[in-house]
Nanobody, 130 residues
C-alpha cells in the first residue's frame, strides 16, 4: 500500500519557522514531481509549491514565495517544506502529494492543481499563534 506520511507540524509563534517532511512508503517517488498543499478551516485546498524529480526545478504560489522553500533528498526518499516568517494566516493542515509527472510543468501549466497529483498524505497540522 502506497502512503505519504507528513511530519514536522506543530504550534509555532508568529515569525517562527517549521520544516515539514514527507516520506513515502510502499514505493519510491524519486522519479516524479512532488508538491505541497494546505487547507485552512472553511477554505479550499491551496497549492503551495512543487519540485521536479531531480530537485533542480521548483515553482511556488505567490502567497509563499520568498518564505517557503521546497526541497528533496532522493537518497532518503524524502521531500521537505521549510517554512519561515510564519504568520497566523499560515495556520492549516499541510499535505504532500506525488504527481503523475516528473517535471514541475506539464500540459501547458505548472502542477498546481489537485488533479495533477495521484497520491496524497493525510496531512500535518500547522498552527501559528499571534
Amino acid at each position: 500500500q502506497v502512503q505519504l506520511v507528513e511530519s514536522g507540524g506543530g504550534l509555532v509563534q508568529a515569525g517562527g519557522s517549521l520544516r515539514l517532511s514527507c516520506e513515502p512508503s510502499g514505493r519510491t517517488f524519486s522519479s516524479v514531481a512532488m508538491g505541497w498543499f494546505r487547507q485552512a478551516p472553511g477554505k479550499e485546498r491551496e497549492f503551495l509549491a512543487v519540485i521536479n524529480w531531480s530537485g533542480d526545478s521548483k515553482y511556488y504560489a505567490d502567497s509563499v514565495k520568498g518564505r517557503f522553500t521546497i526541497s528533496r533528498n532522493n537518497a532518503k526518499n524524502t521531500v521537505y517544506l521549510q517554512m519561515n516568517s510564519l504568520n497566523p494566516e499560515d495556520t492549516a493542515v499541510y499535505y504532500c502529494a506525488a504527481a503523475g509527472s516528473s517535471d514541475t510543468y506539464c500540459g501547458g501549466s505548472y502542477l498546481s492543481r489537485e488533479r495533477d497529483y495521484n497520491y496524497w498524505g493525510q496531512g500535518t497540522q500547522v498552527t501559528v499563534s499571534s
